[in-house]
């Protein structure tokens, strides 16, 4: 139907069974009632209603076409309290961002908040690129490194994120455990794939040794760990990560220069919502916890 005004006032007209019924329901002159009846039977070629002294009966062919008007009228009062209650429930999607390597951090906080929403469903998505939440990507984001400047973004810190250098127990029993950078020659690293990184820890790597001694390049942070586990040199990890594995050394401890902050990053128009503000204080409560990140 291309005019969907005429088509309800037909409804409101054999709802209520007069012209002036329906005028005064849609806030509108009695003429535009009567205007919408006869242009909507001129296109479809046929009377929807008997005029009579008493109001408008509906036709067959009116009483077909008003109960799919009847039925539409209905799904769009669902459609309009389901979005409503979207911001003031708990319910539906959460679509979290950050950057990769923060999985096993935020994992059991994501878990934990679903159990205690059940039917939410979590979406967590990692990518090199930052997620847009002015497009309505994500509702939540964790973001490293400056500060977010995009504008219309609410943003929060959340902690610094430590981070030291290590290698495995394997590469240093082959290769042996320089005790500082005077004795990095000779030995090989683990870094990013790009002199452009962000990260602090990867630009004060490349500030420190050869070119060709950072000899295990990735994209990736999962790869560079993965890397670093197999002993193919001494790479950065997250020191909440490293501390709890014995098959890594630690070459260097955490530096503050190497911190990393973490921000929450929320759009404005979503930031008040019941349900992201719910997961940004479950989300700070979890992170108070963390003494050893």
Known sequence: MENWDEVRTAFQVARLGTVSGAAEVLGVHHATVIRHIDALEKRLGTRLFQRHARGYTPTEAGRDLLSVAQATEEQFSQLASRIKGQGETVTGELVVT???GLASLLTPVMVSFQKTHPGLIVRYLTDMRLFRLDYGEAHVAIRAGA???????????LLRMRTGLYAARSYVEQHGHPRSPDEFAGHLFIGAD??????PFHRWL????????ISYRATDSAALEAALREGAGIGF???YIAARDPGLVEIMAPRDEWA????????VDLHRTVKVQSFLSHLKAAAASWADV
């Open 147 to 157: 500060i977010p400047e995009e504008p219309d973004n609410v943003v929060q810190p």
């Open 194 to 199: 790009s002199n452009l990184s962000r990260a």
């Open 206 to 213: 490349h500030d420190t040794v050869q070119p060709e001694q």
């Open 98 to 100: 950050s950057i990769t």
């Open 260 to 267: 990393a902050p973490l921000w929450l990053v929320t759009h």
């Open 237 to 239: 990890l997250s020191h």
